[in-house]
């Protein structure tokens, strides 16, 4: 069983910059995506980032350019560097785990509640 620990949130004023962590129990194998949701009170949870088992990235449009999704596998470890944060960016950030599926060379990510593994979140909050 692997768990997802999240660390890094808290409350900053707009314009700065978060580094949020994911640290994984375990080592998960090599065709694992993760990925970033965040989800705000009265808001459906929303995918914010994905990174697939050869490390393509992809974001949502409301973040492109200001976050940046990476990993550390010797550490076992995501990490979702959060720059230009704005109050709309308020929310309790998970991470997910999930296998990839490859085919004719592209690699899949799974979709919202087909990630298998998620961590508990981490609380960011943004006053403007």
């Not at 997802?4 to 949020?20: D, F, H, I, K, W």
């Not at 989800?39 to 088992?53: F, L, N, S, T, Y």
Request: net charge neutral; aromatic share 10%; hydrophobic share 30%.
């Amino acid at each position: 069983q692997v768990q997802l620990v999240e660390s890094g949130g808290g409350s900053v004023q707009a314009g700065r910059s978060l580094r949020l962590s994911c640290a994984a129990s375990t080592y998960m194998g090599s065709t694992y995506c993760m990925a970033w949701f965040r989800q705000a009170p009265g808001k459906e949870r929303e995918e914010v980032a994905r990174i697939d088992p050869v490390d393509t990235t992809n974001y949502a449009d409301s973040v492109k350019a200001r976050f940046t999704i990476s990993k550390d596998n010797a550490k076992r470890t995501l990490y979702l560097q959060m720059n230009s944060l704005n109050p709309e960016d308020t929310a309790m950030y998970s991470c997910a785990a999930g296998h990839g599926l490859y085919s004719r060379g592209i690699w899949s990510c799974p979709n919202g509640n087909d990630y298998y593994y998620w961590g508990q979140g981490t609380q960011v909050t943004v006053s403007s």
